[in-house]
């Protein structure tokens, strides 16, 4: 094996015979897509965040564009996300037709800074420039201060959707699930396998709201309805649907829906597991000149991630340098994220300095993190990273 492949990845599926077993059933039955068992994972999926609706795609990038569609984001729209994101969160926005702005990160939660929200939404309210959607994202799977964006939401008149593609089988500090749609109107979840369960490439979007679920349902599937009381014309016959939206392609098949029925049920199991290993890392790592992630309490966080930040007070090594020693040493670290607003492609559009991010961005190194990785995976892992701090 060449020395730069990595043995222990940062994240991984967590594949079990009945996984495989649920979606082999699939292909041996008459339905491969959008069916039964997608409208069984939506209501299971809703149960299980206790939420009312729930709406699955093909992918987290979907169901956060028909969420800003369904929500009205359009042309001469603003949205607002964490710049501290994957890119989805914000290229939703300009599917649309609108624009993406960012908000800098609060250096002790990585998510989302409430002070800097509520700086910038005065502001806007002033130049009367608020933005429609705000995208706040629970970073690493740790849930946002759900309460203060909520509050500052409804004060400038904004909806909310929640990416929470990290975050499946967290809770917000009050106890309840994330994906509940208690302080949003909309929350979604990603169902990449790197995520903390899989459906291969999947997603879903949550609402407690009827219409706003029915809008969805139409905009997966090229806004074609077969109810007789969403038509605006007499039925033809039997056959007759309409078009009643501009809606896309965006269905998840059986095979993922099977695939999600038989993951979700262990999902409060493996973030359990997540959690026993977030403590040995916080534990054996606490010596080393690293700042360890913030672990939330008393929200509970779905733990997607473990990132480190190298402590540049109490190391000469860089982040490149540790990021080159770890990768050869085996050990698949990764970055999340480089700052969204620093992309090319928005500096073109947005020109600002969100100096947390930036500086988060400098440091940040994302260690091996998922429900599989053994005691002796994470031991090697503790082991190569002192040397690679050495
Ligand atoms: C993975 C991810 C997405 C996109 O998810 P897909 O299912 O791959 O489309 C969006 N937002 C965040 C924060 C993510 O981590």
């Given at each position: 094996?060449?020395?730069?492949?990595?043995?222990?990845?940062?994240?991984?599926?967590?594949?079990?015979?009945?996984?495989?077993?649920?979606?082999?059933?699939?292909?041996?039955?008459?339905?491969?897509?959008?069916?039964?068992?997608?409208?069984?994972?939506?209501?299971?999926?809703?149960?299980?965040?206790?939420?009312?609706?729930?709406?699955?795609?093909?992918?987290?990038?979907?169901?956060?564009?028909?969420?800003?569609?369904?929500?009205?984001?359009?042309?001469?729209?603003?949205?607002?996300?964490?710049?501290?994101?994957?890119?989805?969160?914000?290229?939703?926005?300009?599917?649309?037709?609108?624009?993406?702005?960012?908000?800098?990160?609060?250096?002790?939660?990585?998510n989302m800074s409430v002070v800097d929200l509520e700086q910038r939404l005065a502001m806007a309210a002033s130049g009367r420039r608020l933005p429609k959607v705000l995208i706040p994202v629970h970073f690493g799977g740790l849930p946002c201060d759900m309460?203060?964006?909520?509050?500052?939401?409804?004060?400038?008149?904004?909806?909310?959707?929640?990416?929470?593609?990290?975050?499946?089988?967290?809770?917000?500090?009050?106890?309840?699930?994330?994906?509940?749609?208690?302080?949003?109107?909309?929350?979604?979840?990603?169902?990449?396998?790197?995520?903390?369960?899989?459906?291969?490439?999947?997603?879903?979007?949550?609402?407690?709201?009827?219409?706003?679920?029915?809008?969805?349902?139409?905009?997966?599937?090229?806004?074609?309805?077969?109810?007789?009381?969403?038509?605006?014309?007499?039925?033809?016959?039997?056959?007759?649907?309409?078009?009643?939206?501009?809606?896309?392609?965006?269905?998840?098949?059986?095979?993922?829906?099977?695939?999600?029925?038989?993951?979700?049920?262990?999902?409060?199991?493996?973030?359990?597991?997540?959690?026993?290993?977030?403590?040995?890392?916080?534990?054996?790592?606490?010596?080393?000149?690293?700042?360890?992630?913030?672990?939330?309490?008393?929200?509970?966080?779905?733990?997607?991630?473990?990132?480190?930040?190298?402590?540049?007070n109490r190391t000469t090594r860089t982040r490149a340098q540790v990021f080159e020693a770890m990768r050869a040493a085996g050990i698949g670290v990764n970055v999340h994220y480089i700052p969204v607003h620093t992309q090319p492609y928005f500096r073109r559009r947005v020109q600002r300095s969100l100096p947390h991010a930036e500086a988060y961005y400098r440091r940040?190194?994302?260690?091996?993190?998922?429900?599989?990785?053994?005691?002796?995976?994470?031991?090697?892992?503790?082991?190569?990273?002192?040397?690679?701090?050495?």
């Open positions: 094996m060449s020395k730069s492949m990595a043995t222990i990845p940062y994240g991984r599926q967590n594949i079990s015979d009945a996984d495989i077993e649920a979606v082999a059933a699939v292909l041996r039955s008459d339905f491969l897509t959008q069916g039964p068992l997608v409208l069984s994972f939506e209501r299971e999926l809703a149960r299980f965040c206790d939420a009312t609706h729930a709406v699955a795609v093909n992918s987290a990038t979907s169901a956060l564009h028909i969420a800003c569609l369904a929500l009205g984001v359009g042309s001469g729209d603003l949205v607002w996300t964490c710049t501290n994101t994957f890119l989805a969160s914000a290229n939703c926005a300009l599917y649309c037709g609108a624009e993406a702005d960012f908000i800098d990160i609060d250096a002790a939660t990585l309460e203060a964006i909520a509050a500052l939401a409804r004060k400038y008149n904004v909806r909310v959707i929640e990416d929470a593609s990290h975050a499946i089988g967290g809770r917000y500090a009050d106890g309840s699930p994330v994906g509940n749609c208690r302080y949003s109107d909309i929350t979604v979840f990603s169902f990449h396998p790197v995520k903390i369960m899989t459906t291969g490439e999947g997603g879903a979007a949550l609402t407690n709201d009827s219409q706003l679920a029915r809008s969805m349902e139409l905009l997966r599937a090229h806004g074609m309805t077969r109810d007789v009381g969403e038509m605006t014309r007499p039925s033809d016959g039997p056959w007759y649907y309409e078009q009643v939206a501009l809606g896309y392609n965006y269905r998840m098949t059986e095979l993922q829906a099977a695939l999600g029925l038989s993951q979700l049920p262990k999902v409060p199991h493996w973030v359990q597991r997540r959690h026993a290993l977030a403590g040995q890392y916080d534990s054996q790592l606490a010596t080393l000149p690293l700042v360890l992630p913030p672990r939330g309490e008393p929200a509970y966080s779905g733990l997607h991630l473990y990132v480190v930040q190298i402590d540049e940040c190194l994302t260690i091996p993190m998922y429900a599989s990785l053994t005691d002796d995976e994470l031991r090697t892992v503790i082991v190569r990273l002192a040397e690679a701090l050495q």
